[in-house]
């Protein structure tokens, strides 16, 4: 890695680090990008160029879900073929948020904050319209399939961090991959094949 991409990548964790400081001290309404421009020492202009919004600094896996799912290609000609590859694609990218150490904060504020959950809705719009908008236009599914596939996916995603959540906020120690697996698994419970 070299050092340029060496600062980017300090300075995004930074950024984030200091949104979810304030968002817990303050509330997501009281913290401005000013305070967290502030609390890293660096201009408001610096952390646009990172973030575009505070919201975005707090939950900076989404678009990455986002680009990770678009961009997934799939061997499968079938929407359940396409369904079962995107959502190994949505596990990868769950595990790997696991990882980050401020999963499990995040996963409180979302329990604390109800600010948060309609954040969390408005990148759930936009997951379902760019994954929708590329299987259409890669000639995958058609359009309604498409939009059912994306939906299925984000709901997916959905599901598994709101469980991993609630336990996180009543103090039970789960496995929030676990939880991922089980969704998955459930969801193929109330729709077996015929």
């Not at 303050?26 to 952390?47: C, H, K, M, P, W």
């Amino acid at each position: 890695m070299g050092i340029r991409e060496d600062h980017r990548i300090h300075m995004l964790r930074d950024i984030q680090h200091a949104a979810l400081d304030l968002v817990e001290e303050q509330g997501l309404e009281a913290t401005t990008v000013g305070d967290i421009a502030a609390r890293v020492g660096i201009s408001e202009r610096t952390v646009f160029r990172y973030y575009p919004t505070k919201e975005h600094a707090l939950m900076p896996g989404q678009q990455g879900l986002v680009d990770a799912l678009v961009a997934s290609e799939s061997a499968h000609h079938t929407s359940s073929g396409i369904l079962d590859d995107l959502l190994a694609v949505c596990r990868e990218h769950f595990s790997h948020e696991v990882e980050q150490r401020d999963f499990r904060r995040i996963s409180r504020l979302l329990i604390q904050e109800p600010e948060m959950l309609r954040v969390v809705m408005r990148q759930e719009r936009h997951l379902v319209e760019a994954l929708s908008a590329a299987l259409v236009h890669r000639g995958m599914l058609g359009p309604l399939q498409s939009l059912l596939v994306a939906e299925v996916v984000t709901v997916s995603w959905r599901v598994a961090w709101q469980a991993f959540a609630r336990d996180e906020f009543d103090g039970v120690d789960s496995d929030p991959v676990a939880l991922f697996d089980q969704t998955v698994h459930e969801l193929g419970q109330l729709f077996p094949s015929t």
